[in-house]
Every structure is written in C-alpha cells, then in structure tokens.
C-alpha cells in the first residue's frame, strides 16, 4: 500500500487543523493506520492510530480530547482532527500503516512497513 499524507500548514495557538492520510493498494481495511509526529531536534513519536476492521481508537496522552483518529474505508483515507493546538504539537507528521497489525504494537514505529511523506504542521504561539 501506498500513502500520502497531506493538510498540513500554518496555525495559530489554539486553531485547528485535519491531516488525511490517503492510501492506495488493495486491502486497506486490513490496515492499522497510524500518525507519528517528528518534532525538530526530536525523535519521532507515536501520536494516534485506527485499527483494521472495528476501527479502535489509541492516542498518546498529550493529545487525549484534542486530537481524533477517524477512517473511511471507501474513500481509503484515514484522518485526524487536530483541535486547540499548541506550539509544542509543531511537527512533521506522518502516517503509517501496517497489515493485521497485533494490538500491543499500534504505538511501535517499527512494526509500520508503509509511510508516507510527512506533512508539516506549524503551530505559532
């Protein structure tokens, strides 16, 4: 499968912002979709992911009631809605999938085997 994120762009504190993440290829239901997030001088790190199938829902805790994971299996898009951001949420964001993906594993990088590009998003305080 292939993806490609984009929506990313300027903000200002507080603003919001939705990133898709479209993909291409067979079997995207199959797919554990996932956002990381790379902020300058950082490593990168898991910020939210949609399971195959049932569609369940993870997020890492800075973005708990502000950020929300959400799949269309027809259009093969997976988004995020990105509410109240903040100067710290400043990164490129990318999105990443992986096959069957076991639930122990949604915020582990290394067990995603397609990315995308990456999308910046710049928060301005």
């Known amino acids: 499968v292939q993806l490609q994120a984009s929506g990313g762009g300027l903000v200002q504190s507080g603003g919001s912002r939705r990133l898709s993440c479209s993909a291409s290829?067979?079997?995207?239901?199959?797919?554990?979709v996932a956002w990381f997030r790379q902020a300058p001088g950082k490593e990168r790190e898991f910020v939210s992911a949609?399971?195959?199938?049932?569609?369940?829902?993870y997020y890492d805790d800075f973005v708990k009631g502000r950020f929300t994971i959400s799949r269309d299996n027809d259009k093969k898009t997976v988004y995020l809605q990105m509410n109240n951001l903040q100067p710290e949420d400043t990164a490129v964001y990318y999105c990443a999938a992986a096959s069957l993906l076991y639930d122990d594993y949604y915020n582990t990088e290394r067990y995603y085997n397609f990315w995308g590009q990456g999308t910046q998003v710049t928060v301005s305080s």
């Open positions: 949609v399971k195959y199938g049932v569609g369940t829902t």
């Open positions: 290829g067979r079997g995207f239901i199959n797919y554990t």
